[in-house]
């Protein structure tokens, strides 16, 4: 079967840094997303990742490695407004999304 | 402004009073696709489509039906709703490469809350 595996719920404290760990069983694998929701919202996109490394985007950046079936994601300088869900979904040999459950991200101050 | 547009927004029925949620995009996307999202389950896909006319099942079809009558529009109907479909609900689409490849990101409407009674 086909599985995504991420921690349900985080906490970490504004102004630090944070590491969001995404592994994925799948039939095949042609890339992967993250999207932040914030309660009540609609997901929005972060990242992509298709090929192994990081990708920076500002304060945030994915890790891909595709060998150990293993992405995350690193917030940097965290902020009160970062408090949401954040979820990984890989696009399968199908070119079809499998998506994880999500990481409930709590930032105190 | 590029987007996709759900309504209603908010819905409260009753068991067996059929049902549907609308669902237009404005960015020429071929590719839509219904998702239901619980807690602790993530999203779940319903239907998707890959072009006016073209239908699939995604992984909890039953108790559901979608149309595909024009590019934009990709309704979805819940012809006698039960209470296990009390839901957020999310519209969202795509642009395809050849081959149908979902080529980026995805766009989400900004969801439709249904409670079954």
């Known amino acids: 079967g086909q599985n995504i595996d991420q921690p349900t719920e985080m906490t970490a404290t504004e102004g630090a840094i944070v590491q969001i760990n995404c592994t994925y069983q799948?039939?095949?694998?042609?890339?992967l997303f993250w999207y932040q929701q914030h309660a009540g919202e609609a997901p929005t996109f972060l990242s992509y990742?298709?090929l192994d490394g990081l990708e920076e985007k500002g304060r945030f950046s994915s890790f891909l490695s595709r060998s150990k079936g293993y992405s995350y994601l690193l917030l940097k300088e965290l902020q009160m407004k970062d408090s949401a869900s954040y979820l990984c979904?890989?696009?399968?040999?199908?070119?079809?999304?499998?998506w994880g459950a999500g990481t409930k991200l709590i930032i105190k101050p | 402004e590029a987007q996709v547009t759900q309504n209603p927004r908010y819905l409260i029925t009753v068991t067996g009073k059929k049902l549907t949620v609308t669902c237009s995009q404005n960015?020429?996307?071929?590719?839509m696709s219904w998702y239901r999202q619980d807690p602790g389950l993530g999203l779940r896909q319903i239907y998707y489509?890959?072009?006016?006319?073209?239908?699939d099942k995604g992984d909890v079809p039953e108790g559901y039906k979608v149309s595909r009558k024009e590019k934009r529009n990709f309704p979805l109907i819940l012809e006698s709703p039960s209470p296990n479909q009390t839901s957020l609900y999310f519209c969202?689409?795509?642009?395809?490469?050849?081959?149908?490849?979902?080529?980026?990101?995805?766009?989400f409407g900004e969801g439709s809350r249904l409670t079954v009674l």
């Open positions: 969202a689409s795509t642009s395809l490469k050849m081959g149908g490849e979902v080529a980026g990101e995805l766009f």
């Open positions: 960015m020429n996307h071929e590719y």
């Open positions: 489509s890959m072009n006016v006319e073209v239908t």
């Open positions: 799948t039939s095949g694998f042609n890339g």
């Open positions: 990742n298709v």
């Open positions: 979904a890989v696009k399968d040999s199908n070119y079809q999304l499998i």
